[in-house]
């Protein structure tokens, strides 16, 4: 719960900062840990109930599949997708040190950037 927390401040004060008009979110999914489930989607209902519906910004929520293939991200296995993640946000961006997250959230942000344009 401390975690969930001090995300949802960091978060706030980021939307303070960026003031966005719309918002992608990655869908939760199950993969063999109901807790981790459990715990990302009590926070993506947090996100969008006490940020984004207070706040009239207006979003989406994306599955996982749909943003990976429109930016080719591959593998069958999660390590072996993060790393791909990875690799793709080095080779188009030039960032050397980048985690997995935000390689994730730079792709997901092309791809909603992409979308948008269409």
């Known amino acids: 719960m401390e975690r969930m927390y001090q995300m949802y401040f960091k978060i ?18 199950y993969q063999n840990n109901f807790a981790s489930f459990q715990a990302l ?17 207006g979003f989406q929520i994306v599955q996982p599949t749909t943003w990976k293939s ?31 997250d935000e390689a994730e959230a730079i792709l997901i942000g092309k791809w909603a950037s992409e979308t948008l344009l269409k």
Do not use: C, W
């Not at 980021?14 to 999914?29: A, G």
């Not at 989607?41 to 910004?57: A, D, H, P, T």
């Not at 429109?70 to 080779?91: D, L, P, Y």
């Open 12 to 29: 706030k004060e980021l939307f303070e900062v960026i003031k966005p008009d719309y918002v992608f979110l990655e869908d939760t999914q």
């Open 41 to 57: 989607s009590q926070f993506q209902g947090i996100i969008m109930g006490g940020l984004l519906f207070e706040k009239n910004i």
């Open 70 to 100: 429109a930016v080719g991200v591959h593998g069958k296995k999660r390590k072996e997708q993060k790393s791909s993640a990875i690799q793709i946000v080095r080779t188009m961006f030039g960032f050397k040190d980048i985690s997995e």
